[in-house]
């Protein structure tokens, strides 16, 4: 039975799912690991903190080292030693009280019992999820004899754009939420009580995604199927667009697989689309339509894919938080119909700004006349736009380029195209498989974009791995040179379709 102590990040988890908090407690190894990808969201969010906290001056850390936890246990004492000193400003303090205990981010005095709360997110607003942390982190302090007045997430604003050294007071923003904490405490008592009920009782609560929160819907659904592998390949669970609410409805319907859900549920198009597909086990092709989406096409074609960096804390001049940059692209052109595609392909491999040499290589190597063909056309074309103006010299040149601009989903997202295999999704890791069976992202290196801008920027802007780092750049073209050939085999596969 695990320990009735819960913490504040156990109480979180519980409001995402009550199983979630048990598993954590009680059977960890079946939850999945903490993954490099996410790893590395929490140390952008890290990187931010030290700016965050240059807006309280005077300030002690207390902290705790995670390969030492006698640091960790003797963190309340300390923590009530700084508070006795006075010390004006405590980042990450700890206190512990009634079975709770949380970290607190920073602790402002006010005087000798009351403070000023702040939790520093990296985050660009406040979000309900840090109503809830704050909630916890204020009755803590309440029972432990303190009075909290004011309630602040500092998060970092959208808007700044760098110039020079970082400006910490326009990279942070601060969103008073005082009342709605304030407001959250009487549901938090309950809620904290529940959570201690669950973590100890005996059994794991019902796994059912219908009682995840809705902001973590996604999340826990991956946990769920991982937790129940012998689930049919088409069972409810594998319906595209689900939330909690849907899934109490199916659940209580009776329907196991995705073929046996009622009509008269409030089911999106897209959702009756790949049940009706589904039920029929035929591909189904709306040619007319396809038909008419190819017609638009200009050769020669460019199948066209980046690959972008992303920090919290813009690296260079001119960008913005969680700017996605582009820092490579794969080309595949086709120049006339039915000739062989050829490949070009730019990488950049230092730690400037890579737009300039990366737009100009893509100059030389785009014509001024065809159709530019990609997938999930917003993701392109708004890097051609943040590129342009960012770039005046280069301005009319890319906005020329996003007027060519095909995106290759369509006839998938639309449903023109559909397959019970797609599982309701236009992915183009979910129509390739179906497609073309002989390409796979999974015999590569780098299977997915959040893996490749994260090697990227560990090993161009980090300098880490450097023995690794030819292996890298190497994988990376390998990956996005797979992204634009698979539209090239997903297009020829729609043109020998509409033939048939």
Same mark, same amino acid.
């Given at each position: 039975m695990a320990s009735q102590t819960l913490s504040k990040s156990d109480y979180l988890l519980y409001l995402k799912h009550p199983a979630w908090l048990w598993l954590k407690k009680n059977d960890p190894k079946k939850l999945p690991p903490i993954d490099a990808n996410l790893?590395?969201?929490?140390?952008?969010?890290?990187?931010?903190?030290?700016?965050?906290?240059?807006?309280f001056p005077g300030g002690t850390t207390l902290g705790w080292d995670p390969k030492n936890y006698g640091s960790y246990q003797s963190l309340p004492g300390r923590t009530l030693a700084a508070i006795q000193k006075s010390t004006p400003v405590i980042f990450q303090g700890r206190l512990e009280a009634n079975g709770i205990t949380a970290i607190f981010d920073v602790l402002v005095r006010v005087d000798d019992h009351t403070f000023d709360l702040y939790e520093i997110k990296s985050s660009t607003k406040a979000k309900d999820e840090h109503i809830d942390d704050l909630a916890f982190q204020t009755h803590l302090l309440e029972l432990s004899g303190y009075t909290v007045r004011n309630v602040g997430v500092v998060h970092v604003n959208s808007k700044y754009v760098r110039s020079g050294a970082i400006n910490t007071l326009e990279l942070c923003s601060q969103t008073d939420v005082t009342e709605s904490v304030k407001a959250r405490l009487p549901l938090t008592v309950e809620k904290i009580a529940e959570a201690i009920a669950v973590s100890s009782q005996p059994n794991c609560p019902?796994?059912?995604?219908?009682?995840?929160?809705?902001?973590?819907f996604k999340e826990w659904l991956e946990i769920y199927n991982s937790l129940n592998p012998d689930l049919p390949k088409d069972s409810i669970y594998q319906l595209?667009?689900?939330?909690?609410?849907?899934?109490?409805? @199916? $659940?209580?319907? /009776? !329907?196991?697989? *995705?073929?046996?859900?009622?009509?008269?549920?409030?089911?999106?198009?897209?959702?009756q689309r790949q049940i009706a597909v589904v039920k029929s086990g035929q591909r189904s092709i709306d040619k007319p339509r396809v038909q008419e989406f190819?017609?638009?096409?200009?050769?020669?074609?460019?199948?066209?894919?980046?690959?972008?960096?992303?920090?919290?804390?813009?690296p260079y001049d001119g960008t913005r938080p969680y700017q996605q940059i582009?820092?490579?692209?794969?080309?595949?052109? @086709? $120049?006339?119909? /039915? !000739?062989?595609? *050829?490949?070009?392909?730019?990488?950049?491999?230092?730690?400037?700004?890579?737009?300039?040499?990366?737009?100009?290589?893509?100059?030389?190597?785009?014509?001024?006349?065809?159709?530019?063909?990609?997938?999930?056309?917003?993701?392109?074309?708004?890097?051609?736009?943040?590129?342009?103006?960012?770039?005046?010299?280069?301005?009319?040149?890319?906005?020329?380029?996003n007027g060519r601009v095909v995106d290759l989903m369509i006839p998938f997202f639309a449903g023109w195209i559909n397959d019970s295999a797609f599982c309701g999704s236009a992915s183009i890791k979910k129509v390739l498989p179906v497609l073309v069976p002989d390409l796979s992202y999974s015999v590569l290196a780098i299977h997915e974009g959040g893996t490749a801008q994260r090697l990227w920027m560990e090993a161009v802007l980090d300098q880490k791995h450097p023995d690794k780092r030819e292996q890298i750049m190497a994988d990376l073209i390998e990956y996005c040179k797979l992204d634009t050939l698979a539209m090239v085999r997903i297009y020829e596969d729609i043109i020998r379709s509409i033939r048939t």
């Open positions: 790893q590395a969201l929490f140390d952008a969010g890290h990187e931010f903190e030290a700016y965050a906290e240059a807006l019902d796994l059912s995604p219908r009682f995840a929160s809705s902001g973590f595209n667009r689900l939330n909690p609410n849907l899934v109490g409805l @199916i $659940e209580d319907s /009776g !329907a196991k697989v *995705i073929a046996d859900i009622p009509d008269d549920l409030p089911l999106k198009k897209e959702q190819l017609s638009q096409l200009q050769y020669p074609l460019y199948f066209l894919d980046y690959e972008t960096l992303m920090k919290t804390v813009p582009p820092f490579q692209y794969s080309l595949h052109i @086709i $120049e006339t119909p /039915g !000739a062989e595609p *050829i490949h070009k392909e730019y990488l950049h491999r230092d730690a400037t700004n890579p737009c300039d040499a990366l737009i100009a290589r893509m100059r030389e190597d785009v014509g001024d006349t065809g159709s530019v063909i990609v997938w999930y056309e917003d993701f392109e074309k708004g890097r051609n736009g943040e590129m342009a103006e960012q770039h005046p010299d280069h301005s009319e040149w890319l906005l020329n380029l």
